[in-house]
Each structure stands twice: as structure tokens, then as C-alpha cells.
């Protein structure tokens, strides 16, 4: 599946997954290409945990009671941690995010879905911070995101968008 | 190309680049696949200015002083807005750079190379904000980051990361 293709068919996946088992080569390839991401100076905010054990996957989905939990045999979680690139910035988020984007497409081109469970968890509730407990995670990271991985079970829904024409322009504001 | 392809190859490039024009038919599939990213409760925060109008591009190199903006024919600025997704939640950081990296990866599968230019145009002397009034971009809107696009004129070079096993881990913090 060529670069394109992946971005194009990318879309947010919050169905139920089929019962198939990832292969650990697959998660592999998939947090490769999260760390391939650049990272502001080179920093390397972001790491990477996959849990595929049935036991702690059925511990993140009491937490987060999404039904897509539930059924996913694989989830990847992302943490970060607010290193300084200079003076006094960090490009932590950028980071991540970059790194989340490889990611979703290295799953879609490997035949899996996912979507970006980040607000579910980085809310006043504190429910990442629960899912890095869980995972013995330190507190001087912050676990920000998680993937769930797996074959679709059901059918997908691609969300609308604005046209390019009221998002993307040539040489000046909303010009042509 | 394929997508982990493009995760790969994808380097930072600082070079100088050949003088060679981009179409404009791909310039439009680089924007194509940055409105294709994710956004925040499909909030879609980023819009894209192309710029390859050589008047406009002498103006945008001496605001940035970057030698690697001087020989670009082609740069794309993004621009952001701050939307509330829900509450008093914005993700608009992670949209734009998720739509950032869908870009690079379509560069570099066009066979052009670009850098990811952000803390050199949002830091305190805000050459960002000069560069949107070149573009006659409303205040409402910040431009956070530019991409340069052209055929590298130089070799590439790859950062060193740390090793897979210090960044990745299964099932539990450093776990194997």
C-alpha cells in the first residue's frame, strides 16, 4: 500500500475488532514506525508500550469502558515525557503526535484499524495516569494515548470534511 | 512508495535544493494528504497556504534568514486555529502536526525532501505572525510551522535515535 493509499484510507475505527491475535512482528512494525517520527531537536519525547497480555487488555477496559477496548486483541500506548528541546521549549506534543500519525497509517497498511483515544484519558479523571499504573509506567511519564489494533469486524465510517478549497490555498489567504 | 517506505526514508532535510519547479498537481497532493490527518472531534483546526510565487518567497527567506528557504521552489505554511473540540478542549496542536507528518510522508513519496520548521517561526521575535501578514492571514489564524519542498541538492543525512529496546516495550514499562 503506497504512502497515498494508507493516508486516504486512514480513518477513525471505533467498531468492535474480530478475535485474531496480532503478531508480535506486526506490533513491531507499527511502534518502528512511531519512533521513525521526528521529534523537535531530536529529543525522543515519546515511547512506546503494546500490550497484547488478555488479562492487563481486560484491566485497561475496565478503566476506560470503551466497548472498542473491549474487543481489541492488541492496544498500543504512547507516553511522553516534557523534555526541554532549548531554552525553555518542548515540542512534546508535536512529538507524540507525529509519531501516533506513522503509526495509524503503519497499521492500516499491515490490514488493522485503530483510532485515537486521547481526550477519553487526558481528562480531569485522570484515566491514563490509572492505565500507566497498570503498567508500572513512572510518574515522570505521562501516557497520553492509546491505539487499539485489530482486524475490523465491522464496516468503516469516513467522516466529512470541508473541501480542500476552504482549507488549502496558493500564495495568500483563501486565494487561488 | 510504500507508507512505512516513506516512514523510513523520511529524513529532515536542510540542504540546499535544486532549481527545480513543483507542479502544481503536486503540491496539491502534499495539502491533499495533511487535510486527510485526524483532527480533534473532526474539528479540522488546520488550513495550508502553498506558496511558489518567487516574489513571495524572497519575502518569506529574509524574515526567516534560513538558507534552505532561499533555494526551496515550493513551501508549505500551516496555519492553525485554537477550536474548542469539547468543553474547553483544543487538540489543535496534535491536528496540525498529524496533518505535518501525513505531508511529509507525501513529499518524500514524490520524491522531494522538507523539514518540519516550527520553533524557528514561534519563538518570541514571532516570524510566524510576520510571515501570515506577507500572506494576508487574519489574526484569528497563526501560522506554526512551514514545510520547504523541492529535490534535495545535497545528500541526506539520518539522525541517530536511541535503540529500539530503550523506547518500546511490551506489556509493562521497559518489559520485553
Known amino acids: 500500500m503506497t504512502a497515498s493509499q494508507a ?75 516534557e523534555i526541554i528541546a532549548y531554552r525553555d521549549r518542548s515540542f512534546f506534543v508535536q512529538d507524540y503526535s507525529a509519531a501516533i500519525q506513522n503509526m495509524l497509517l503503519a497499521i492500516v497498511e499491515l490490514g488493522y484499524q485503530s483510532c485515537w483515544y486521547e481526550g477519553q484519558i487526558t481528562d480531569v479523571d485522570r484515566i491514563g495516569r490509572k492505565m500507566a499504573d497498570i503498567l508500572e509506567v513512572p510518574e515522570d511519564y505521562e501516557l497520553v494515548c492509546f491505539l487499539p489494533v485489530g482486524i475490523a469486524a465491522e464496516g468503516l465510517n469516513y467522516v466529512e470534511k470541508k473541501p480542500f478549497e476552504a482549507r488549502a490555498w496558493f500564495n495568500g489567504f483563501k486565494r487561488r
Open 7 to 81: 493516508i486516504k484510507n486512514r480513518t477513525s475505527y471505533r467498531g468492535n475488532f474480530k478475535n485474531t491475535a496480532i503478531p508480535r512482528e506486526d506490533l513491531i512494525k507499527i511502534m518502528e514506525a512511531g519512533l521513525a517520527a521526528p521529534s523537535g531537536c531530536n529529543t525522543q519525547t515519546t515511547s512506546l508500550i503494546a500490550v497484547d497480555d488478555a488479562e492487563l487488555l481486560q484491566k485497561l477496559y475496565e478503566l476506560t469502558e470503551l466497548e472498542t477496548v473491549k474487543t481489541a486483541p492488541a492496544m498500543i500506548c504512547v507516553l511522553t515525557q
